[in-house]
Each structure stands twice: as structure tokens, then as C-alpha cells.
């Protein structure tokens, strides 16, 4: 793994601090300090404007654009939907007597920026050296309300440390940004004003009509002059300010965006709803809302926190993936999803993947099930969009798309929009896991079952029937493995359709046993026949899943042990990431894998396979596998733990927690690798914590890495609540809230209580 | 194979005629009565401007526009060139007294078109119904000169029926034409005026910067008015012309058209060639050119005419392919190549395919060995290209384009640019192929080698071992079969290229033996080591060709015997072309083929294959194949022949000489399948005649189709000519010039010279 830290951030264990600014990095520490609360998510870019590299970064979860593409053949994809660069909200222009602030070019020092994870604030100051030897104290704060999703606060503290004067503020709502990867601008202004004190603009995207209110009200003790500003797609205000050596003055700007995709709410509708509400927040008081911000971030660490003693590097990594997987999503709005990137940056158009229910669900599933069930609930939501789109690829049922935004598939390369079929079933595994996990029958019974059916209908019409062999399977497929570009009976999705099946007819009969009446509702309503579910009894049963008797390695797919075998390491480092240096179609022709396809679904459905399969195959794949997807290492991880490979597993772990914190891919200035974020709570909880959640009982087998004095989590378990505490000598377990629950530990049965169990940490292999 | 005549064209063995006007074929026509002479094209639209449905084609060889395309990945084209449309000649608006001629909304009536296979030009006539009952017979006549290259001709005759009066007629070059496919004009005008009689244009392209002089003459012995035309990249001249009732009064226009890519030319120096080569057509007579044309064409028929008695469908079908072949490449211009669509319309855009060496080649080889050579001869201009690309994709030595018009790549789908290798090995049979027909040593020592040595190059580094097998081949490729995406193993690309690596060491062994200095000098400038032939040997050798061998099948690529089976029959007519019906990525997943790939090698090298084994194969592959190539049913139908299936060989042979006469494909509106129309000659020759060239010696097999009385056809072979004629009992063979040669007839060894031999018609299975 040829993946190496950039270390340059200072480590503390409950913040991200840069002292002193290093302008080329300045693009990579946007990403770093970024804000969001789900709905919206803003680049930590400097406000006042910046004339180096800055990706100026307002997004708002869901609101997308589109352009057409070009598309020769039937099954390709038209529209081409991304998540679109918005209002710039923070905007400020500051200048004092002509002299105007810009970090590119501007004398300064002092320079300190934090993002804090206990008050989700993110604070930047420095003093900017005026002409004749003046010394101006600048603070910016801010920070994207987790109670009030739709507001964002901003403050800038001015302090004169040895003059008297006045600063010039322009503030606004600036819709001219430029969404970069395209290069031009998406939005149009509707209406815009000032009302009450409240300066507002109602934006629209050109092609999606996406809408987007804008407005904010201004508390500002100083100001001695205010004036409304217009210009295009910009609204906003001068302000003067009174400053006096010594104190401080206060600019305190409170800004109120509501984004609206449905067509049908009228401008006039969505203009005085948003003014309304932004007026809410004229007297409010930016001390009272920062502080709610801190309870609720109080809440979150006391619900979620990982505690690694004696590792402060990991213990600082650990709790920056938990504030950005807050930061992303948390349920509060169903509909939204959570792009690779999260709320961030431009790259993967801020499309999501399967990395949703692979990567990101248990760490829900485990501290926030709501959420869990929020995200499933996008799923179903774009129900109607999956049925088109098995039809548009001559199928029956459900086809969820590889990336998305809307539901609609929205990847313009053929080959994984049409090749990668493993979203359905990783659909299908979020629900068996979030059920069983939480119980939820409600769920399980309504839309989960009725995805579960739609998604095995297209499972049975899109597989065949081999001619030699006799038995089912998926031709023509990518797997996970982004290595392998078109093949056959790939053995991951042939494995998880299979289980798809199994589960899908499991469900059928609990629910027609339990719940007959409603059952036979949802049946009627799905035309659902007793020969389709005979019809995928059969294909499970004679699913090929190709492998090796005698080794018990599971073939990656047909052909795979015949693939021309490379050794990895002899490729030079220069070379890396392969898909920026060598020829697209050399690629795909070697043994080599981008990502763990066949040791997923030893980890995914890990109780059934016994742990000399897990050895052999790990074995084989492991020095084949090239991690060229942020999301591998962990899983690697997680497996070598299993194995007993506890030093392999931490050199594994090595960079997940801190993957963006130290820039491990040289590409974190794009954004954060949010989903790989969430992989890292995988990896200790799943990993060192030895947890597997695949089937009908709880099960935990922690180890300690050599490096750590000592390591909790907590689990959130069938509406209990546990916490996990492990030493070097052991582990106890005990439920902090609810009932007593049943565990398998060290593959012992347990029932354990609030008053917990504790166990001699054993060698697993 | 669902191809269904759609008659409509009568029959005349050396004409296509036209009586009446169909507007809704109007277009399928414009590509019927094409004119090319391999310089030039230029589609039968009506010159006078027509409102309905036309493309108005003028098409010059080798010229072409590009358009930058986004390319994500190292190896995948960032070009896309296209042959692009050009000046309109032809340009002739007529009025009479302000009524303006236009087919889509005049009256006329006793409309009649013929292309003149013999005199090699185009002839339109009617009666325009003018106001007040008044009637002009208009005639319209063109050709472009084979004789002169850049020369265009055009006449217009009026002859009033019932009137005198005068007609205006604003005749032009007009390079304001749109190419249609991008939906926008090329061209801008680098300099007009006229000078001497002459009227012309210089024009240029906007990205490659290919210039066009255009300039005309005219001879209008009845003008009463000339005037000079300037208009937006046009430029003309008005005539008004006095009309004599019962009088023929005849307009006259010469065109010379100047192609220049290279930049090195100065525009002051091409418009004075121009000018100066225009004017000399000032002074020429009408009747001359006309005459020269007809010589020349005579000549043709002299040369490469099949006679078919008994069936005058097809006799007029193969004189339209020969006519065509002749008109789209004669070998007079080195550098040229074939286009899919020849210069008749704007589809495949231009660009040539395997097709030129694997369908076209063969024709050439037999009727006019020069132009087979300039043929070959493009692909030894456009090597340093090759050489080129084969770097982009990781490789050595030469990689030759699936799709060209410069000798770059120029497919931007990358599944077909990146994975179908097999252009290089057609290039290499090719050379084998001519040198073998011809014993054009100083070739083959050479530009043959060099071609030779370098694709063998390619296909050494390109290709890899197979980890279980521990044989050569070729991973991650699209093979002749564009059913098969992205398959391994190939047979007819491992077929291929083990025969290219065997050919390039015999060739290298015997020019060492017989020219060994030049050898010498050849190898130490290609840096040809004793080592890389070694590798080729070894590769040669170690080539994997699956072969099932209990029935002698071979494999079309690792897993065929496996893919899903598919009764190509349930496929109802309605969803052909499946390429428009069927999603894309459902295309590829069934044992169902697009075209001949195995059986395609066991023609190549038939010599090489046991009856037996090609009786396996076709029975195996026939019923698989849905012939979604116009490439397809011609080799079906000469292998059918060989095994003894005489009907099913008629029945595949039945589209091929009329696929556009009788638009079978309901796609002739395109323009001509003028790589297929080459199909057609060989399904006669090597299908009914039997021949095969892939041997020592050229070898004959006739037969005779039930539904014909008596065929013949001439051969070029070693520098002598043959005439073959088969009757329903027997078949002779002589030369007709030249010396002696050796033949294998029926498998017997004969001599045959100037008195010729005789022999009995055989059952051949």
C-alpha cells in the first residue's frame, strides 16, 4: 500500500488546529475545516475573498443540476446531475481606508485557524498589518446551526491593537459563484430585496429549477453606516464600522437559506416564508444559538464518542470521522444521502454510491438508528426511479443506480452505470442488517419488504442461466472490484443476489406468518406471485459461487485465476494511482484488484464461513489488492484482525482514521473522503472490536493493538444502548441504557445487563 | 438473417434507373447515384436547391474536420476526425420569370434518373410545369472526371417545349454547406474573387486548417447576361440565358477542386495553381471530357467485369459493387483509403476500419494490384501515428487505429479504440496476401517488413501470460465480434497474431537469405534483435487457441461455451437493429454473435483447416450469428459454399450485391455500405468461384448457384490475368495475357496458359 501521511496539522484530541498559513495548502485545509449539518455544507474558504487557490464551496444536500450528454444507445445515461456549487452566504469584503483584506497578498501574522468538534465551530484569526505599522486583529467564526438546519452564523471580531478608524464591510448573499468543475455559473436570480431589516435573494437553477432562498439580518453595535448593495446575482450591504484601539467589535451576520427542488411551492410562497423565518433571527442572540450549537455537539460525543487512550494521532483521527459523519448526515431530513465527498467539494459531483449502506449505514445503525432508517428511506423514496431504470435495461423490477443524487442514475461511464449491479444488493443488506439490528418490523413489513421484492425482481431478470455449467449468474458485470471491468459470474453479486433471494423469500414468510392480512395487501399491491418467489428459490439454489476445492479460494469471477498475474510491487510508486497513469484498458487485464470483492463478502456475511476460508482467501487476495479505492484498507483491516494478523491489521488501520487529516491521497483538497470516514469506525469497531453484526446475535471479539493502552465505543443495540471498554488484559461490556441484551463474545453466549460483563481479551487465531 | 429487399429500382444490367420521383426515397437515391473518383464524392442531391429531405454531400478524400472530446483517461482519444461535408460545386438556382425550380414544391412531370455504368455519369431530366401552361424539359447531367482528378463537370439543358423566354440560373461554390452530424459549417473563406473567366474560392477549415480551392468556367452559348455573385463563403456568377422554343440551349460548368492538408503550400500558391489549372477547362469541350470518361470506364469493365447470365438482379447488383469499388478507390492517389460509406454520405464519418485490408484488400489485389499496394501503402505513410498510439496504450512497436481518416485513432467509443487489436493483424495479412498474389518483393523487403516487424511489436508487448495455463494471449479485448465487449483469449485475435508472428520471422528469414545487406540495414535501423524473434517464437508457439477437442470447435474466447444461450430467432423483427432496441449492455451477454470471428480465421487461413472442422464450426457459429454487420452474410455464404450447402450459400449471397439497390438495411439514406459492396465481389469469387488465396498456390473450386446459367469473372495473379467462366457443367479457365500460371483446381495441381484447361463442375462435400 503505497499511501504515506503528509503530516503538517498539530495533534489535539478534540480539535483540528493550523498555526500559520501555507498558502499552497490552503485548498486541503478548506476541506479539512469545512462545516456542515446535513442540509447545508460550506468550505472553511476565506470569506473576505482570497485571490490564491480557493474552491469557494456552499452546498445544500440534494439540490442538483444537470446537462445533457451526448448518448448513442439505449440504457446510457442523458442527463449527467450534480450536486451544484450555491450561494456563497458568508461573503465579506473587508477593507479599511482603501486597503483591502485578501490573505494572497495582504501583510499579516498570528495566523491560527480551529475547528473545534465540542462547540462545531469552526474560528480563524490573525492580525493583517495595515499601512503605517497599524495592527488589526481579525476573528472569524462560524458555524452551521445543528438545531436549526436551515441557518448558518457567521461572526467577525475586529480588534485594533494599536490604532482608531473605521472598516468597511461589504456582507451578502453572492449567487454568481462559478461551480468549477463545469466552469460557469448555474443560478439565476428570481426576486431579491430588502424587507424588514432582512436583505434576501431567491435563486434558481437553469435547467433543474432548483430554488434557493437566501436571506440575512446583520447585528453589528458599531456600524455607523449601512447601505443595500445590488448587483448581479448579488444582494447584500455596506456597512461601516467604528473601531476603537484596544476593544473589540462585533459583526454578527445570521443568514437563513431554505432550498426547495418541488415545483410546486410559488416564489411568492418560498420569498415570504424565508423572510419570515430570517427575521426570527434578527434578535436573536449569536452567544444563545452558539450555545445550543455546543449542547448539541455535547450530545454527540456523549452518544458516540470513541475513547482511544495512549494514541492521541488516532484519537484526534477517530473523532474528526465522527464530527464530519455528523456533520454529513444525521437524519433529521429523510431524502437526503450522503455523497462520497459528503458536503465538501465538487469531485464525484456529489453523487452517492453503494458506499451508502456498505460503509456508512452500520455507523448509523450502531449510534443513530433514525438516521439508519432515514437513509434506507431515500431508497425508497427513489423507488420509481429504480423501476425506470430496470426498464430502461430491458428488466423487471428494481435497479438502483450506481451514483446518484435524485434517485436517477446520474454516472455518465457506461460501464459502471450499467455494469455495476451491486447497489441492489447492498440496498437489500442495509435492510436485513438496520432490522435486524433495531427489530424494526414497521419498516421490515412496509417499505423494506417492498423494496426487498422489487429489488429480487431485478436480480431474476437480469442474471442467466450458464450453458455448460447449468446454473445461474450475472454475465457481463463490474463488481466491486473496479478492476475486473466486464465479467462474468463475478462472486460477490452472485453471492449477494443469492442471499438477496434467501432473505426476500425469509421475509415473505415471517411476514405472511406474523402479519398475514397486511402481507396479503402488499402482495396484491406488488402483483406478487407464488412462481416468482419459486422462481427465486431456484436461482438461489443453483447460484454459481465459483470455488476452489482443494484451497477453498473463491474465484473473483469465471477466468480470474487464469488472469496474468502481476506482482504489485513491482509497479513504481511514480506510477500511482494507476488510473491517471497508464492506459484506461490496461487496467483491467491482470490479477490485480482495485478493492476487496471477494473478502466483502467474507466480512458481510462472515458467520458463514469458516475462518480457514477467511485465511486462504485473504491470503490470496490480499497481495493482489492495490487499494486504489480509500474504502479498501479497512476491510483489510477488519480481516486481519479476524485472522489473528493484529500487526498487519493496525498497519492497515494506519491511515483510515486520518486519511484526510494527513491527506494520505494527495487529494483531499477536493473534499473529504467522507464515506472512507465512516470505514474508519468500521475499523475499530469491527476490527479491533471484532464485532459482526450478520446474524441473529450480537457478536464481539475485541483485541487491543499494540500501540493503544485502551479503547471504548458505544452501541447502540435493539433500542438498548451498550458500551464497549477494552484494556490490554480485557474487555467489559456492559449496557449503559435499556435492557439486558444478548451477546456472543468470543463466541460465547451472554446475556449482559447495566451491570456488565467483563472478559480476558483472547489470541483469536 | 431478417434482411428484406425493399424493390423499387428497375433492373438494367448496366444502369440504375430511376422513372418517377419519390420524395420520401429522395435521400436513399442521393446515395444510389453517388459519383466518386476516389479524389472526390459527391452525393445525387438535386443541384438546384431542393426544401425537402437531402443531404447535400460533397465529399473530398482524406479531408477532415476534428472536435475536441473530453477524455477522463490516459489512452482514450481526445480527437474526434471526421470526413468533412464541402463545397457545394454543383450549386445552380433556376428561376423563369421569378418561379424557382424546386422538386419538393414545383410541378413537373416525366421525371427520369440514370447512373450510367458505362459512361460513369449521372443524367436527371423532367418537364418543369411552369405558370401559364408553359413546359421546359431540364436535363441534368455530371460526372467527375477519372481521367482528372480534381475535375467536376456539369451540364444543364433547357429545352421549352411550348415557349420562348429566358431562364436565370445563379451557378455557384458555395461553401456555406453544413455538415450535418455536427449541425454547423467548417469551412471559412480564406480568399474569392475571379480572374480570366475564372470564378473561385479558397476555403479552409477551422481547427486542421485543410484547404479547398474551388474554382469553375462556364460554356453558355445562349447567355444574354452574366454577373459576378458575392456572398457569405459563396461566390457565383447570375446567368440569364435566352430560351428558344423546341431549341436545346445547354450550360456548361467546369470544376476544379484543389484538397491541400499540408500547411507547408501558401494560399498565394494554391490559388494560383487553381486558377491556372481552372482556366485551362475554359477551352475544353464538354463532348471530350465525356468521351475520355467513357474510355476510361470501358476499360474498367474490360479489366474487372463479372458477367451473370441468367440473373439479372445480380449482374446488375455486382456491375453497381465494381462500378462503386472503382469509383471509391482506383489507387491513383497514395495516402487515400477506404471509407465505411466510401464519399457518399457523412455516416461512420468517414473513416476506414479493418474492413480496407479484410474485405476491400482482396478486390484490389485481383483486378488492380497497383491500388491494392497504395492501399497498403496509407498504412506505411500513417505508421508513425501507429507507432504513436501504440505508446498511448502502454505498448511497443505499432498499433493501427480500429477507425481512421489521418491515420490516427478516431473511434471515440474507447471499447472499440482501446480493445479491438485486430486492424494490425488484418494489416500484416495483407501484406502477406498481396505479396503472395504478386511477388512484389521490393515491397514486402521494405515498407512490408518495417510495417511487419513493428505490429509484431505491438502485439509482443500487448498480449500477456495466462497465470493457470501458462499460454500467450490476448486479455481485455473485443474481437472481430462486437457481440463479445470485453472478452480474453480471442480465437481469431490469438489465431491472428500467432500467423503474424510466424509470417514476420519467415519474412525476415528469407529476406536475410536472399537480401541480406538490405536486411542488414533495415534491421539495424529497426533495432531488430536476435532476442525479440526469439519472444515472438516462443509467443508464436505458446499461443493459446481453445479448441474443443472432441468436436473440433473453437472456442470464440474463454467462457463462450458458457454464455447464455439465446435462440436468435425468438428475437422478434421488430427490435432489430438490436443496437437500437436493446439496452447496451444486454447486447453482450449471450453465445449470440454479431459476425463471422472463427469462422472469419477459417476463411482467412482455409487452407490451414480440415472440411471436417469447418463443417463443426458453421454449424456451431451459423445459427448463432445475427449478421448485424452488412459484413456478415458474405463470408456465411462462402463458407456454406465450401461445405456444400449451396442454397444456404445463395440464400446469404442474395443481399449482398443489391444491399443498397434494394436498401436492405433501410439505412442506404446514409450513404453506401461501400466496404460491404466489396463483400459482394468476394462472395462471388472465393464463395461460387471457390477460389482461395492463402496458400502457395491460388486455388479454385467452382460452382454454380442453381439460379444462374453461366458466370465469369477475370483474376490479376503474378502478372497475369485470368479469365474464369463457369457454366452449369463445367468450368474454364485461361489467360488472357501474360505468362503461364500454376493453379490448384479442384485440388489438382494445373498449369494453365493462353489455350486454357476445362474441367468438370464437382460436388464438393
Not at 426476500?504 to 395487501?521: D, N, P, Q, Y
Request: with cysteine.
Amino acid at each position: 500500500m503505497a499511501k504515506i501521511a503528509d503530516r503538517y496539522l498539530g495533534v489535539d484530541t478534540w480539535k483540528v488546529v493550523e498555526n500559520g498559513f501555507d498558502r499552497d495548502r490552503n485548498r486541503v485545509s478548506e476541506s479539512i475545516f469545512s462545516l456542515g449539518n446535513e442540509y447545508m455544507g460550506v468550505r472553511a474558504y476565506p470569506e473576505e475573498g482570497y485571490g490564491g487557490d480557493s474552491l469557494v464551496g456552499s452546498y445544500f444536500n440534494g439540490l442538483f443540476e444537470e446537462i445533457e450528454v451526448a448518448a448513442h444507445y439505449k440504457g446510457i445515461i442523458r442527463f449527467l446531475r450534480f450536486m451544484v456549487g450555491a450561494v456563497d452566504w458568508l461573503y465579506a469584503r473587508i477593507s479599511v481606508d482603501g486597503e483591502t483584506l485578501d490573505l494572497a497578498t495582504s501583510r499579516f501574522d498570528d495566523f491560527r485557524r480551529e475547528l473545534d468538534f465540542k462547540r462545531g465551530k469552526y474560528v480563524r484569526s490573525f492580525v493583517w498589518q495595515l499601512a503605517g505599522g497599524r495592527r488589526l486583529r481579525l476573528t472569524f467564526e462560524r458555524f452551521v446551526s445543528m438545531n436549526v438546519s436551515n441557518l448558518g452564523c457567521q461572526r467577525i471580531v475586529f480588534e485594533p491593537l494599536n490604532f482608531s478608524g473605521r472598516v468597511d464591510v461589504r456582507t451578502g448573499l453572492d449567487f454568481s459563484v462559478v461551480h468549477e468543475d463545469q466552469g460557469r455559473c448555474f443560478w439565476q436570480s428570481v426576486r431579491h430585496g430588502r424587507e424588514d431589516g432582512v436583505t434576501a435573494m431567491l435563486g434558481k437553477t437553469i435547467r433543474t429549477k432548483n430554488r434557493l432562498y437566501s436571506g440575512f439580518a446583520l447585528d453589528v453595535p458599531d456600524a455607523v453606516r449601512t447601505e443595500l448593495v445590488e448587483a448581479d446575482r448579488f444582494i447584500g450591504q455596506d456597512v461601516t464600522i467604528r473601531l476603537t484601539q484596544g476593544e473589540a467589535s462585533t459583526f454578527d451576520k445570521f443568514v437563513f437559506n431554505c432550498a426547495e427542488k418541488e415545483p410546486s411551492a410559488t416564489n411568492d410562497q418560498l420569498w415570504s416564508a424565508g423572510l419570515r423565518h430570517t427575521k426570527a433571527y434578527v434578535s436573536a442572540s449569536y452567544a444563545d444559538l452558539e450555545r445550543r450549537q455546543a449542547d448539541y455537539w455535547e450530545n454527540v460525543w456523549k452518544e458516540s464518542d470513541i475513547v482511544i487512550e495512549g494514541d492521541p494521532d488516532n484519537q484526534q483521527g477517530i473523532r474528526f470521522c465522527i464530527f464530519n459523519l455528523y456533520q454529513t448526515y444525521h437524519g433529521d431530513n429523510p431524502g437526503f444521502n450522503i455523497g462520497a465527498k459528503g458536503l465538501t467539494g465538487e469531485a464525484y459531483r456529489g453523487l452517492a454510491f453503494w458506499d451508502t449502506e456498505s460503509y456508512c449505514l452500520p455507523f448509523y445503525i450502531f449510534n443513530n438508528p433514525r438516521a439508519a432508517k432515514s437513509l434506507l428511506e431515500f431508497r425508497y423514496k427513489s423507488l420509481p426511479h429504480a423501476l425506470e431504470r430496470a426498464k430502461e435495461l430491458d428488466c423487471a423490477g428494481a435497479f438502483y443506480p450506481i451514483a446518484t443524487i435524485d434517485g436517477t442514475e446520474s454516472c455518465d461511464l457506461w460501464q459502471h452505470s450499467n455494469l455495476q449491479l451491486h447497489v441492489g444488493t447492498a440496498v437489500a443488506y442495509g435492510i436485513r442488517h438496520y432490522v435486524g439490528m433495531t427489530d424494526d418490523l414497521e419498516f421490515l413489513y412496509g417499505k423494506g419488504l417492498e423494496m426487498l421484492v422489487q429489488i429480487s425482481r431485478f436480480y431474476a431478470t437480469r442474471g442467466q442461466w450458464g450453458q455448460k455449467t447449468g446454473l445461474y449468474g450475472y454475465f457481463g458485470v463490474m463488481g466491486p472490484d473496479e478492476f475486473q471491468l466486464m465479467v462474468n459470474n463475478n462472486c460477490y453479486l452472485n453471492l449477494m443476489a443469492k442471499k438477496l433471494f434467501e432473505y426476500t423469500l425469509e421475509v415473505i414468510g415471517r411476514m405472511s406468518r406474523e402479519a398475514g392480512e397486511a402481507f396479503e395487501a402488499l402482495a396484491g399491491r406488488l402483483g406478487l406471485t407464488e412462481d416468482e418467489q419459486a422462481d427465486w428459490r431456484l436461482k438461489a439454489e443453483k447460484m454459481k459461487i465459483p470455488q476452489d476445492p482443494e484451497t477453498g479460494i473463491y474465484e473473483e469471477h469465471d477466468g480470474f485465476f487464469d488472469m496474468p498475474h502481476l506482482d504489485i510491487h513491482s509497479i513504481p510508486v511514480t506510477e500511482f494511482p494507476l488510473y491517471s497513469h497508464w492506459s484506461y484498458d490496461r487496467l483491467y487485464r491482470y490479477d490485480m484488484i482495485k478493492q476487496p470483492d471477494v473478502l466483502m463478502f467474507l466480512f458481510l456475511y462472515s458467520g458463514d464461513y469458516p475462518l480457514a476460508e477467511k485465511i486462504a482467501n485473504y491470503e490470496y487476495y490480499e497481495p493482489r489488492c492495490i487499494h486504489e479505492s480509500s474504502l479498501s484498507p479497512s476491510i483489510h483491516s477488519i480481516l486481519a484482525a479476524e485472522i489473528g494478523k493484529g500487526e498487519e491489521a493496525y498497519r492497515f488501520f494506519e491511515f483510515a482514521t486520518r486519511l484526510d487529516l494527513d491527506n494520505y491521497n494527495r487529494n483531499t483538497r477536493e473534499g473529504l473522503h467522507t464515506t472512507s470516514i465512516a470505514a474508519a469506525w468500521m475499523n475499530i469497531v469491527y476490527g479491533f472490536g471484532g464485532m459482526r453484526s450478520d446474524g441473529d446475535r450480537l457478536v464481539l471479539r475485541p483485541t487491543i493493538p499494540a500501540q493503544w493502552d485502551r479503547y471504548s465505543f458505544p452501541i447502540s443495540y435493539k433500542e438498548s444502548k451498550l458500551l464497549v471498554e477494552v484494556d490490554k488484559h480485557q474487555a467489559s461490556i456492559k449496557v449503559v441504557s435499556g435492557r439486558p441484551v444478548d451477546l456472543t463474545i468470543y463466541g460465547q453466549a451472554l446475556s449482559v445487563d447495566s451491570s456488565g460483563v467483563t472478559v480476558e481479551l483472547k489470541q483469536l487465531v
